[in-house]
């Protein structure tokens, strides 16, 4: 693998976690993000679950996309057999870590189910399809990195926001605010301070 | 025609899918512990935490696998822990069944503010301000932290001073361990008398900050035929075990502070 591969695979990695941050740029995956991050342990076990899910479901979905939609001339099936196949995969894994590695499911196992069908999963999938496309021939490789890159965003930002969030509950909130409104206002400010990381990833390493 | 081949492609992948967790679920099923699911179906289920473990989940399993002794549960009693033992074929004992008293009564009336308190309304963080507002620095602070974390909603606060209703108690303990002041405390359902003061201070200083403090007098100490009761720190103190519930301790108090109570009945002096 030559330099200018590994620079380029660096970019994919920085933008998409910072710029092209899923939860925090592309507002998916919000419902974990909400739901998950009380504490930084939850949001961490979370995060780590969704790296994890989306490097098997692009693993999955990039070659059916390319062996089977794309053949077919049935590419307008995407969402709806990715949805099918993300949501037995995220089941058989959970199926198959209680077997195998039980320690593994107790610290996931809670998670799993909350991310079968996952709209930031469902999200990372299609997206490398658009953006890499299936014809490339680093385009598999492109496709599994850009999904670490988005899953470590994905957790970047739970855990930004989760520490956030003790220190919301710790403070005077007026009456009106309190609860998921404050949340919702310290998620826009997160969300605005991220539009500042666009533009400076392409320089990043010239 | 192309519809048809989404329809196939469609359905195919969905019955590969499904075929595989049916096989999956088969061969990778993991077998369940019988036991503890029959131990979580005699637990209460209101997840207390008072058995020390996270919730009745957590506590079955402990049970089911001999790392916990089956009498832990409070709230259950002596009819979960029977219901245990007919489960694990075991014998099973438990003490009497406990609820929780608030052992202060500085009310307002009886207990002088030193400063207006004003900040955030928790009794952790009035206590951490000079002790909190009162006076007495071992009394009820009455901002209901205790409120807030019963799980049955047996406590009430009036003129700032905590009270438990001993009939809707489960003595889960969960109130005696958010008490930033101890004034909580587990007694006996079946307790005649109980001591509704904390203050340790001598008398005429515990006088002083409270009117319904216990001044240490001896004068219960002296009156027990049983050696039920003794003054430490300055407090009267007693001995459930050798109490025999005469209650003439509570008759010879010149300040009130040693109770005759009936918990059963909600009565809490």
Redesign the interface.
Known sequence: MNMEMVKTLIIIIMSSVLVDNYVLSRFLGICPFLGVSKKVNQSVGMGVSVIFVMLVATAVTWP?QAY??NP???GY?QT??FI??I???V??IE??L???I?ALHKSLGVYLPLITTNCAVLGVTINNITDYGVEDSNAFLFSMVSSLGCGLGFLFAMVLFSGMRSRIEES?VPESFKGLPVTLVAASFISMAFFGFAGIVENLLA | MEILTALLVVAAVGLLAGILLAVASHFFAVPENETAKKVRECLPGANCGACGFAGCDSYAEAVAEGKAEANLCIPGGPDVAGQLSDVLGVEVSVGPAKVAYVNCSGDCSANAQKVAYDGVQSCKAAAMLYGGPFSCKFGCIGLGDCVAECPVGAISVKDDLARIDPKICIACGKCVKTCPKGVISLVGEDVVVAVTCSNKEKGAVARKHCMNACLGCKKCEKTCQHDAIKVVDNLAVIDYDKCEDCGECAKVCPTGRLKIVDMKNGVIG
């Open positions: 059916i089977i939609l077919l001339k049935m099936m709806i057999v099918l196949v949501a037995a995969l089941q058989f199926i198959f209680k077997k195998f039980p005077d």
